[in-house]
Each structure stands twice: as structure tokens, then as C-alpha cells.
């Protein structure tokens, strides 16, 4: 593996810890305050994945073997290396759900459509194209349905991008923003045509469409392209870096428009975009060795595996916490639970994802030999 993917897997890194940052909110944070949005705001760290995995898979696709169709086979790799352990998990809540609901009669932290459209569409990661079960056959996972969708896209993006670059680096730029303006016609045109239906808007189908998340992962494609020849200083990519994150910020905690979520994704790219460049340019002089980047760069490794169980701690534990605590009387402040569940809650789906990350490589060393 080459080097430089430390840098992206800090990025992968931190787009987990800001998942989780997120997702451990929903049974304890309930006051609607600034605070409230601001943790919210973690669940754009899914961009910063979807912008690492842009970049990542253009490695994967040259380490292929030119003189065989690639397209079909590299879609099936990322298929099985993907499949096992959303499946594992997949069944893990059915059997949780079957378990709490039907028989304890207790309601659970994340509630499963058990309909077998909606799972079969989860198992074949095509459920990004429905909205009745983009988000309800695994918690959070619409990532994983938009991610293969994008995943689908590659070898198209990466062809036409390797050609503008060898016409000159700066056509490459064209094709993100062509992306941005047809995503935004386009959600114009399904909310309308729907009825706004599926309206434009946070959380939405329209959200978790594929092609409003896919200029940020052209990005990462891009960046690849140009990460040997990239002069800036890192000075001013942290400077870019952080005026893109504050503009993102702003933009979701205050939106002017419901169409601004139209638009967050591909900023948080440009974010990503710009975070990266500095690492990778810092990574060429020194490779960071601190103790904090050791620990994303691991978490950044081991991030599918902590995407999959940190369901059980963000969903099924802080049920479990809150609802301890509520029936044994015991009062509690939002703020201050969450701040306290915090810091275990990282480590238990830390050590919880790099043991699954483990058993998932060797699941998919031995598909690869078959």
C-alpha cells in the first residue's frame, strides 16, 4: 500500500470519530440547542469517506490487471470485500430487533424493515434507488447504498478524468462542478415531479442520492491525479480547509433554503479536499508520527469494521443507558451523559471494529482465491 494513504486514512480517521460523535446522540441529546446542530454536524464526516474512497480505489484500479475487463471484476471485488460483514451485521439487528420487539416487547434502538424487498435490497447494496428502504434495513445504512452506487460510477469517472489530465490537470475541474449543476437540476426535478414527495432537504432520499454525493467523490478522484503536482503550501490548504469547513458549518446550522443540502456535500468535499492536500504534502516531507494521528490513521484502517458495530453502541447501548437510567428515577443532564458516554463509546467500537476489520480481511483473502 502506498505510503501516502496514511493521510487518507487519518481522513478516514476522523470521518468515523465524527459519526459516532453523531450517532451517540440520538437517546441523549435532546434538547434543540446550537450544541445540538453542531453535533449533528458529524454526520458530514460521511463525505469525508466518500471523498477518501474516490481517492483509495483509483490505487485498487492500477493495481488491477490491465490486459482483463477490469470494470465488471473491480465491481465485484467491491462487492465482496463490502457484502460479509454488512450482511453479519444486517442479521445481528434482525435477530436484536426479533429479539426486543417480539419477544421482550421492548422498542429498540434502531427499528428494521423487515419487509424482504427491503432486505434483499439492502444485501445487494442497492438500496440508495428506493426511498422506502434507503435508511431503514441497517442504521446508517444508506452510506453503504450510496457508496457502492458510487462505487458503480468509478471506472467511467476515473477514464474521462485520466484523460482531461493528460489534456491539461485544470480540465479536470470541469467535471466536478458539471456534476454539482446536473445533481441540482436534477433534485429540482424529481421534488417537482414527485409532488414534493421526496422533498429537497436534510435526511432526505434526495439527500442520500447517489449523484448528490458524487462531486465529492470525484474530488477525491481528482486529487489523485494531481497529488504529485500539487504546489500549494500547506499553509494555505489548511487556510482553504478551514474556510470551506467554517462555510459548511454555517450553511447547516443556519440553511437559508432546504436546496443548501444540495450543495453541503460538495463543500464538505472541498474541505476534504483541501485537509487532504496539506496532509499529503506534509506526509512527503515528514510523515505525521504523533500520538493522535497514530490513533486516527488506525481508526482510519479499521473504519468498515467500526462503521458496522458502532450501531450497537450508538444505537442499542445509549438506549439501553438512557432507559436504565430513566427507569431507576435518576435525573439526568443531556449535555453531560453525552459527554461522559463519549470517550468509552469510541473505545468500545474501536476495539470492537479492529477485531471485526481482522476476521473481514481474512473473509476476503480466501473469496479472493476462490
Known amino acids: 500500500m ?13 470521518g468515523i470519530i465524527m459519526i459516532i460523535i453523531t450517532h451517540n446522540r440520538h437517546f441523549i441529546m435532546q434538547d434543540m440547542s446550537v450544541i445540538w446542530f453542531l453535533i449533528n454536524f458529524g454526520q458530514m ?17 492500477e493495481h488491477m490487471d490491465p490486459s482483463r475487463p477490469r ?22 439487528n434482525l435477530a436484536l430487533n426479533i429479539l426486543l420487539m417480539d419477544i421482550l416487547h421492548f422498542p429498540p434502538g434502531f427499528i428494521m424493515n423487515r419487509e424482504p424487498r427491503a432486505m434483499l435490497t439492502n444485501a445487494l447494496f442497492l438500496h440508495g434507488l428506493f ?43 470541469a467535471v466536478p462542478a458539471l456534476l454539482f449543476v446536473s445533481n441540482l437540476i436534477l433534485q429540482y426535478r ?70 443548501i443540502f444540495t450543495a453541503l456535500p460538495t463543500i ?27 490513533f486516527l490513521a488506525d481508526c482510519g484502517r479499521n473504519s468498515y469494521g467500526m462503521y458496522l458495530c458502532h450501531s450497537l453502541v450508538c444505537w442499542y ?13 435518576i435525573a439526568y443532564n443531556d449535555l453531560l451523559l453525552y459527554g461522559l ?9 474501536y476495539i470492537m471494529g479492529s477485531r471485526i476489520e481482522k476476521l473481514l480481511t481474512r473473509i476476503d483473502r480466501r473469496l479472493r482465491r476462490i
Request: net charge positive; aromatic share 16%; glycine share 8%.
Open 71 to 92: 470494470a465488471l471484476r473491480f465491481i465485484l471485488r467491491r462487492y465482496l470485500r463490502l457484502a460479509p460483514g454488512f450482511l453479519i451485521f444486517m442479521m445481528v
Open 268 to 294: 464538505a468535499g472541498l474541505a476534504a479536499y483541501w485537509l487532504a492536500a496539506a496532509l499529503l504534502r506534509i506526509e512527503q516531507r515528514r510523515p505525521p508520527d504523533s500520538p493522535a494521528s497514530r
Open 341 to 349: 458516554m463519549f470517550p468509552p463509546s469510541v473505545f468500545a467500537v
Open 131 to 173: 426511498p422506502d428502504y434507503v435508511n431503514n434495513g441497517f442504521p446508517g445504512g444508506w452510506y453503504i447504498g450510496t457508496a457502492f452506487l458510487l462505487y458503480i460510477t468509478f471506472p467511467l469517472l476515473y477514464g474521462i478524468l485520466r484523460r482531461l489530465h493528460a489534456i491539461h490537470p485544470l480540465c479536470m475541474t
Open 2 to 14: 502506498d505510503k501516502k494513504l496514511r493521510s487518507i486514512d487519518i481522513i478516514k480517521g476522523i
Open 317 to 329: 447501548g445509549m438506549k439501553a443507558v438512557t432507559h436504565l437510567l430513566t427507569q431507576n428515577g
Open 190 to 259: 424529481i421534488s417537482g415531479l414527485s409532488g414534493n414527495s421526496l422533498p429537497v432537504g436534510n435526511s432526505t432520499f434526495l439527500y442520500y442520492l447517489f449523484t448528490n454525493q458524487l462531486p465529492c467523490f470525484c474530488l477525491g478522484i481528482l486529487l489523485f491525479f494531481r497529488k504529485e503536482r500539487t504546489q500549494t503550501p500547506p499553509a494555505l490548504s489548511t487556510a482553504l480547509f478551514i474556510t470551506f469547513t467554517g462555510i459548511c458549518v454555517c450553511l447547516y446550522v443556519y440553511p437559508p433554503t432546504p436546496y
Open 45 to 61: 464526516g460521511c463525505q469525508l469517506f466518500f471523498f477518501a474512497s474516490g481517492f483509495s480505489l483509483c490505487y485498487a484500479w
